[in-house]
């Protein structure tokens, strides 16, 4: 028998599964979210019922083998860490995906859980969001001989965890800087982060805003988002009708202050004709009038 852990409750007490989701937007990009500590499967001691996580290396295995052709893959990190195990194998298996992979720390991406950015080809921080990095710690029991060897255990471990980080940070941070941050507990916001090569961007609210609207869009099966249309009829009609507006000005403004601004001034007068027309013309018309 399985059953999923739900560790996480609501404001009523009642229990959320939100450990991991895994979404595919359109074809070609997978949503993986990891909102919970990273833990492997246990084992009821008084039942023997196997307790489920989502968050194990096996259960992340499963959802990428699920999404095989994807070429994108948009991990969103708010965890408080967990097993190292685990971490390094769901590492591994990111690792692996032909896909590329952004990673962006929504809150915490702490211990364990910053394991997960260093296999990612890119790591986008939200503003506020923070990366907490530590040396590793154990539970031991046994006589001294047992836990000295314990603490030289953890000392080798830690040799080869450091290289994780070493590696994706490249020539920003040295192995003495980070054993000094790690031994410290070190909590780094997201500035911090790119200083030391742990983050590439910080992403401010509105900007991851318009991610989120992306990335919605292409869960519809949409498509990329839409730039937005320029009407064809505008963008013609409006240089043509400007120059008809300044022409049509030009030429009425000018008569309109002619006939406004002074009126005694008469319009343009015909030639006058010669006085011999003129005499003439009183003649046919004295006839027309029968007054000669």
């Not at 992340?60 to 685990?86: F, M, P, T, W």
């Not at 013309?281 to 000669?292: D, I, N, P």
């Amino acid at each position: 028998m399985k059953t999923i852990r739900q560790r996480t409750v609501d404001a009523h007490g009642r229990p959320v599964r939100q450990m991991i989701e895994a979404k595919q937007s359109a074809d070609t990009a997978l949503e993986l979210y990891i909102y919970d500590d990273i833990e492997p499967d246990e084992r009821n001691w008084w039942t023997g019922e196997v307790i489920e996580s989502e968050t194990s290396a096996a259960a992340i295995k499963a959802v990428l083998d699920e999404h095989k052709d994807v070429e994108q893959i948009n991990l969103y990190v708010n965890s408080r860490g967990g097993s190292v195990l685990e971490a390094m194998g769901i590492r591994a298996h990111l690792l692996r995906h032909p896909a590329k992979k952004t990673a962006y720390v929504d809150g915490w991406a702490a211990s364990a859980a910053s394991f997960l950015l260093t296999a990612c080809d890119e790591v986008l921080m939200l503003t506020g969001s923070m990366q907490m990095i530590h040396t590793m710690w154990t539970i031991v029991a046994g006589n001294a001989k047992e836990l000295r060897k314990a603490a030289d255990d953890l000392d080798r471990i830690m040799v080869g965890n450091r290289q994780m980080y070493l590696e994706k940070a490249g020539d920003k941070l040295t192995e003495e800087k980070l054993i000094e941050l790690m031994d410290a507990e070190t909590w780094l916001n997201a500035t911090e982060c790119i200083e030391l090569g742990l983050a590439d961007r910080v992403l401010a609210a509105a900007e991851y805003n318009k991610i989120k609207q992306k990335i919605t869009f292409a869960m519809l099966g949409l498509g990329p988002e839409p730039e937005p249309e320029i009407d064809p009829v505008e963008e013609v009609s409006e240089p043509e009708t400007e120059p008809e507006e300044i022409e049509t000005e030009t030429v009425i403004e000018p008569s309109q202050e002619t006939d406004e601004g002074d009126p005694e001034e008469a319009p343009p007068q015909q030639e006058e004709a010669p006085p011999s027309q003129n005499l003439l013309a009183a003649f046919v018309r004295a006839a027309e009038r029968k007054e000669l």
